[in-house]
């Protein structure tokens, strides 16, 4: 069963190593706006998208084949062009599969690419990171199986890899890079093309490609990195324990 997510206002630990560079949470449950954790929240209209409570707990879900949802207008504020860490927390909640992506660059600029889909039209997951060259910019693989799912995509020295449920699921040795792109950074890509319907219940990256260890302890804990305030007061056993930290 997937790790429930801290309730919305939990602090973030600062100094946790796996705080991520990014962070969209989709805890809000209600309005237009997703708080970006790492910065300010994106005021942009969903499209094709409501409120919802999944495995995690609060999540955005899909109401229409056709969505797409900017979670920052220039993606060059948010993405990096080399090294890099994507954590998905994803649901696909039909049994179709549609030839758009769970999360991408609003560009047709093919160098500017960078994003998944989870999965494509031909059953494959796909990672993208500055074009869709398999072996060089592409990362795929098929014969999976989908639920609540925490997917990591990364791309760095070790080459590109999927991760699926804590199950390295495909790897290969590029180290591709990518052109920076002003276009949006969206959930959903295109709102004009039919897209898989899911629930998404966090995105969030890193400017880096984590190791194989931290990979690891996120499949362990994915919301690690947040903190509940040291004032909370909990009853144990019958007995007053003050400044526990729970999650």
């Known amino acids: 069963m997937p ?5 919305l206002g939990t602090a ?5 190593a796996l705080i991520p560079d990014h962070a969209w949470m989709f805890q809000e449950g209600s309005g237009a706006s997703v708080d970006r954790l790492t910065g300010v929240a994106t005021a942009s209209v969903p499209v094709g998208y409501a409120w919802a409570t999944g495995a995690w707990g609060p999540c955005a879900e899909c109401t229409s084949v056709l969505h797409k949802w900017s979670l920052v207008t220039d993606a060059s504020t948010v993405l990096p062009t080399t090294a890099m860490t994507a954590v998905l927390a994803y649901k696909k909640t039909d049994g179709s599969n549609r030839n758009s992506s769970a999360f ?3 560009t047709a600029i093919v160098a500017e690419m960078c ?3 989870c999965p494509y039209g031909d059953g494959k997951v796909y990672w993208d990171f500055g074009g869709f060259t398999e072996g060089t910019s592409r990362l795929s693989v ?6 609540d799912d925490l997917w990591i995509f990364t791309s ?7 991760w699926q449920n804590g199950t ?5 040795a590029a180290t591709p890079t990518r052109s920076a792109s002003t276009a949006a950074w969206t959930l959903g890509k295109d709102y004009t093309i039919a897209s898989d319907v899911a629930q998404t219940a966090c995105l969030y990256t890193y400017n880096r490609q984590l190791s194989e260890a931290n990979i690891a302890s996120l499949f362990t804990d994915p919301f690690q990195w947040f903190v509940q305030p040291a004032s909370v007061v909990a009853y144990r056993h019958g007995h007053r324990m003050v400044g526990t930290l729970y999650r």
Do not use: C, Q, W, Y
């Open 142 to 147: 098929g014969g999976l199986s989908f639920g």
């Open 12 to 16: 973030l630990n600062l100094s946790h």
């Open 115 to 117: 994003g998944a889909l």
């Open 168 to 172: 390295k699921r495909a790897s290969n």
């Open 156 to 162: 760095g020295a070790r080459g590109m890899e999927i």
């Open 3 to 7: 790790s429930t997510k801290p309730a």
């Open 104 to 106: 991408g660059v609003d």
